[in-house]
Each structure stands twice: as structure tokens, then as C-alpha cells.
């Protein structure tokens, strides 16, 4: 609120620099930052060949401000894009934007440092909220189809795509050539 300069916190992780932090969450209660880091190869503008090209250096990165800690809790993730905390700190969820799978990662109890799948959505997801009641409202930037699932699947196609179409007429083709937005609540 009385503003300042921005001080940079994390900058790389476990050797790894962060090239596209994205999506972020505070655990008050232990002074833990949770936030995702979607490539450390593609910048913003260039995410969308992530997707296309399989590239599963995604991850979710762990800063405690008390320690300066700084860990890698997730990764070999594809394009992750969103992220949140449950409503009672137990657990994490990421979604992949490029297949639809939100993934689970459990903080506490005694599935805690596991993972599981917790959604595989109709779509691809962009930005996770909790709701006060503890479920979930996902935006997807488009629903499933087949062009789109044939670039995400076929990694020698994406990246032969990458090589010869432009990223219009690609972006086009993956979101078949309607734009559209799509919410979707899951329960916590």
C-alpha cells in the first residue's frame, strides 16, 4: 500500500533459473510462497510452444520468507499454468495447461510430498481461485479438440508445426479457430 521498489526474491531454483514465474499463493501460517514457474526455456510471448513442443520443464517453487529457503516441491510439469492452496493448507493444485490434468500435491499429513491427479479437465486450463468454501473455479482458454490434442500428443509434430506455421494461424489451429472461454468449479 505505501509503495516501493521491487526487490527481486527468487531468481533461480535448484540450479534452474526461473524464467516464467506465474501463478503464486501464500501459506500465512508458515511464511511459505508457493508459485509456479511454467518453462525455463520459453519466456510469456513464447508459451505456447511449450505446448506444442512437450517441453516439461514446469515446476512449483517453494520460497519461505522466514528461512530464504528456496525449494522445487513440483516438477516435470507441462506448461502449469495456475496454482492454489486448499482451504485448510494440506494441499497444493497446479494445472497443466497444454493436457488438462490438475495435479495434487499433498503439503501435510500422511500422504505429505506425494502427488496425485485431483481433475483431468475438458480443456485447457489458465488460472486456478478457491472459493471461501474451499472449492475451486478454473478459466480454460479453449475446450478439446482434435488439432489441438494431435500437436499436445504428437511431440515430432509440434515442433515440425513450430518450424513452418506461424504462431497465429498455430494458436488458431489449437484452439479451433473459435475463441472462447470456458469456467469450470471443481470440488475441493
Request: net charge positive; with cysteine; hydrophobic share 40%.
Amino acid at each position: 500500500p505505501e509503495g516501493g521498489l521491487a526487490e527481486l526474491v527468487v531468481g533461480e531454483a535448484e540450479g534452474r533459473k526461473v524464467i516464467f514465474a506465474n501463478e503464486m499463493d501464500v501459506d500465512e501460517e508458515e511464511d511459505d510462497f508457493y508459485f509456479s514457474d511454467s518453462s525455463d526455456k520459453y519466456h510469456f510471448r513464447e508459451i505456447f510452444y511449450v505446448t506444442i513442443n512437450g517441453e516439461r520443464s514446469g515446476r512449483v517453487i517453494k520460497y519461505n520468507k522466514k528461512t530464504k529457503e528456496v525449494k522445487v516441491v513440483m516438477d516435470n510439469l507441462l506448461s502449469n499454468n495456475g496454482l492454489a492452496l486448499s482451504k485448510d493448507g494440506s494441499f497444493l493444485i497446479t494445472c497443466e495447461s497444454a493436457t488438462g490434468i490438475v495435479h495434487r500435491l499433498w503439503l501435510k499429513g500422511p500422504k505429505a510430498g506425494t502427488r496425485d491427479i485431483f481433475a483431468k479437465i475438458p480443456g485447457h486450463p489458465d488460472n486456478i481461485r478457491r472459493t471461501p468454501t474451499g472449492d475451486f473455479w478454473l478459466g480454460l482458454q479453449c475446450k478439446n479438440n482434435l488439432i489441438g490434442n494431435l500437436l499436445v500428443s504428437k511431440r515430432w509434430l509440434g515442433r515440425l508445426a513450430e518450424k513452418t506455421v506461424n504462431l497465429k494461424l498455430l494458436t488458431a489451429l489449437f484452439n479451433g479457430f473459435m475463441p472462447h472461454g470456458i469456467v469450470v468449479k471443481i470440488s475441493g
